[in-house]
T-cell receptor
Framework: QQQVKQSPQSLIVQKGGISIINCAYENTAFDYFPWYQQFPGKGPALLIAIRPDVSEKKEGRFTISFNKSAKQFSLHIMDSQPGDSATYFCAATPGGGGNKLTFGTGTQLKVEL | DAGVIQSPRHEVTEMGQEVTLRCKPISGHDYLFWYRQTMMRGLELLIYFNNNVPIDDSGMPEDRFSAKMPNASFSTLKIQPSEPRDSAVYFC????????????FGPGTRLTVT
């Protein structure tokens, strides 16, 4: 019940295209859903996050869509660029959960010219 | 702020040796997390502290692993004795209790056990 399932495992997108990464969860106590971006040789870094009281959050080219009833959320990268090539992790944490994050398994994104 | 600081950045050791990884969290953060990342198992939470007290060590793989946080600005992860299967990148992360889910990761320590 603590798992966050993430797909796809890897993704290749052409420059200018839309990258979509999906996550699903079971634990209804989760109430904060961040996405982390990791470049090779670096630690993961917080990219964007959403709470379940909104269905969408947009920051620049990055958008999180959230479907509370389906217990699913996704990351959309619009106008994907080669510099977006990285590994993306979805995560979730419950309210009062002591800041502990449950991470998805990661998606390796490659944006080709 | 300098961010989360980890040392060493790379460590190569022989099987059976003791390894100590070090972490300095961001000043003012009251949570500290140790993760291990491998291709096979992804990002695994090993242990985390709140106000220097270990809260959950259920991810520590076995008794060969131990972690301490003697004060708010320093933590260690020790492996004794080390084994080749411990080879991985170990990350330390910190966060502020008022911002759950916003963890700040260090650059990691790449450990190779031969």
């Amino acid at each position: 019940q603590q798992q966050v399932k993430q797909s796809p495992q890897s993704l290749i997108v052409q420059k200018g295209g839309i990258s979509i990464i999906n996550c699903a969860y079971e634990n209804t106590a989760f109430d904060y859903f961040p996405w982390y971006q990791q470049f090779p040789g670096k630690g993961p870094a917080l990219l964007i996050a959403i709470r379940p009281d909104v269905s969408e959050k947009k920051e620049g080219r990055f958008t999180i869509s959230f479907n509370k009833s389906a217990k699913q959320f996704s990351l959309h990268i619009m106008d994907s660029q080669p510099g977006d090539s990285a590994t993306y992790f979805c995560a979730a944490t419950p309210g009062g959960g002591g800041n502990k994050l449950t991470f998805g398994t990661g998606t390796q994104l490659k944006v080709e010219l | 702020d300098a961010g989360v600081i980890q040392s060493p950045r790379h460590e190569v050791t022989e099987m059976g040796q003791e390894v100590t990884l070090r972490c300095k969290p961001i000043s003012g953060h009251d949570y500290l997390f140790w993760y291990r990342q491998t291709m096979m198992r992804g990002l695994e939470l090993l242990i985390y502290f709140n106000n220097n007290v270990p809260i959950d060590d259920s991810g520590m793989p076995e008794d060969r692993f131990s972690a301490k946080m003697p004060n708010a600005s320093f933590s260690t992860l020790k492996i004794q004795p080390s084994e080749p299967r411990d080879s991985a990148v170990y990350f330390c992360a910190s966060s502020f209790g008022g911002s759950p889910g916003e963890q700040y990761f260090g650059p990691g320590t790449r450990l190779t056990v031969t």
